[in-house]
């Protein structure tokens, strides 16, 4: 399926919401310079098209229990097709996954996870990484700070903004 096109008025939109996506229509209209109704049914356009992909809260995680981010770095044995779906539907599955990509490189995962202690990690690594017969290994990263995260709310750049 072919992405969209975008034009100047519609990334000025998208850089609007991803800073603020509770702007009044009012504002983001104003900011756009776009009339309210029409900077609406261009929101409505990106919503239907995919290109806004969710309207969500960023909750400090340490403030819901979870202070522990933890990068793990996922190499399997075996990387065919069956072997991938299965995986990625066990990482799916599993809540403290915050973010997962299938990379190239020196591992075939990477995970984000959010965590209450390196009690809960070491469980979560018996569960998912250990139990599975076809993870050869797996590397730990521990963040010791955030420097940029998803509360600071950094619009996506675009050809038109780089």
């Known amino acids: ?11 000025a939109l998208l850089r609007l919401v ?3 996506n509770q702007l009044p229509a009012r504002m983001l209209a104003e900011k756009a310079g776009l009339s309210e109704s029409a900077a609406l049914r261009r929101l409505r356009r990106l919503r239907r098209e995919g290109v806004i ?33 299965a995986f990625a539907r066990r990482v ?33 690594t018996r569960a998912l990484f250990l ?3 076809n993870v050869r290994g797996f590397r730990t990263l521990v963040a010791m700070r955030e420097v940029v995260g998803e509360a600071d709310a ?9």
């Open 131 to 133: 139990a599975d017969s």
């Open 1 to 11: 399926m072919p992405e969209p096109a975008l034009d100047r008025l519609d990334l």
């Open 53 to 85: 992909a969710a309207d969500v809260s960023v909750v400090r995680p340490a403030a819901v229990g979870l202070p522990l981010t933890v990068v793990a770095l996922v190499s399997l044995e075996r990387e065919g097709a069956a072997e991938l779906d």
């Open 92 to 124: 799916r599955a599993c809540p403290q996954v915050r973010h997962c990509w299938y990379v190239t490189g020196e591992a075939d995962w990477v995970l984000v996870l959010r965590l209450a202690s390196m009690e809960a990690y070491e469980a979560l």
């Open 154 to 162: 950094r619009p996506l750049e675009t050809q038109e903004g780089a």
């Open 18 to 20: 991803q800073r603020d």
